[in-house]
């Protein structure tokens, strides 16, 4: 039975699987938030000289290597 | 509105019993004269702006609004008191130290590939988790300007409440102060209570709440007597 299902395989693909869902709500979540950003400044306009929008584009660039590393690497 | 206690008062009765009041007699009393005036609107309204506590407390930024009208200044922006954001800051350093034990126990059944996988997800849902509390602790704000009070508050990052209460309505300005840590890094609750049906306004775990209350009354106190 193990030499028809190999368990470590299946482990990997399921590894894969949950990594590439994480990270694609990852990078919807991020690119929600630097959108959400946009509304929260016009609320509310703080002098932070750019660094918040900077922050959000981290996040949005994380976001990528994610998807790329988990559909590509994994 | 009666101001029921002043810490500034205090203060300078510990300055003239401590200093020689032969030599700096003339500059306690203008001290005095001045401390006393300081939260009269006109001492208010001209008075250099001012940066405390991680901008938890702005007194006249240098900050716009939504909904902001020509004439209309705003006299103090506030925030949480610092030390009320400790919890996030401590589970954040605690989290950033956790996957070093977990990449030890598992590296016999895992792979290298999958080793520094978990480790970027681990760190890409950290930064995330810290970048929510700092756009909730900079974007949770009280706002008092010259015509109203403005309580902004994101219960989640996507769900954003604002109150307005007008400075002509307030009633009742309440503070609290609970708990020894408060109470030593002097924050707490301010209750703004407004007449009729207009919504009362309540700011959280604000740094200085005498000082915030004494400026709301002296602002609401120009309308009571206009």
């Known amino acids: 039975m193990t030499d028809i299902i190999n368990i470590h395989g299946v482990a990997e693909i399921i590894i894969k699987i949950s990594a590439i869902l994480i990270s694609l709500f990852y990078l919807i979540f991020a690119f929600v938030i630097s959108k959400h950003l946009k509304s929260l400044k016009k609320t509310i306009d703080i002098n932070d000289k750019g660094w918040l929008y900077l922050v959000s584009y981290i996040q949005l660039m994380i976001g990528i290597i994610l998807v790329t590393y988990s559909l590509f690497v994994l | 509105m009666p101001i029921l206690f002043d810490s500034n008062k205090s203060k300078e009765e510990k300055k003239k019993h401590g200093e020689d009041q032969s030599n700096h007699k003339d500059n306690d009393q203008q001290e005095t004269a001045s401390t006393d005036n300081e939260y009269d609107l006109d001492t208010l309204l001209y008075s250099p702006s001012k940066h405390k506590l991680f901008h938890s407390f702005c007194f006249k930024p240098h900050t716009k ?162």
């Open chain 2, 65 to 226: 609004f939504e909904g902001q009208k020509k004439d209309e200044q705003v006299i103090l922006v506030l925030r949480y008191h610092p030390i009320s954001q400790l919890p996030w800051v401590i589970t954040t350093l605690i989290l950033a130290m956790t996957p070093m034990p977990l990449v030890l126990i598992f590296r016999q059944q895992l792979n290298f590939t999958q080793i520094l996988g978990i480790i970027l997800f681990w760190y890409a849902l950290l930064f995330s988790f810290a970048f929510i509390n700092i756009i909730n602790y900079l974007f949770n704000v009280g706002i008092v300007t010259t015509d109203r009070i403005l309580d902004v508050d994101l219960q989640n990052i996507l769900y954003k409440e604002v109150n307005i209460a007008l400075l002509n309505k307030v009633e009742d300005v309440t503070t609290t102060t609970t708990g020894f840590i408060a109470s030593y890094f002097d924050f707490g609750y301010v209750h703004i209570q407004t007449a009729g049906t207009e919504i009362n306004i309540e700011f959280t775990n604000i740094p200085m709440p005498t000082e915030v209350a004494k400026i709301i009354n002296e602002l609401s106190k120009r309308y009571s007597t206009a």
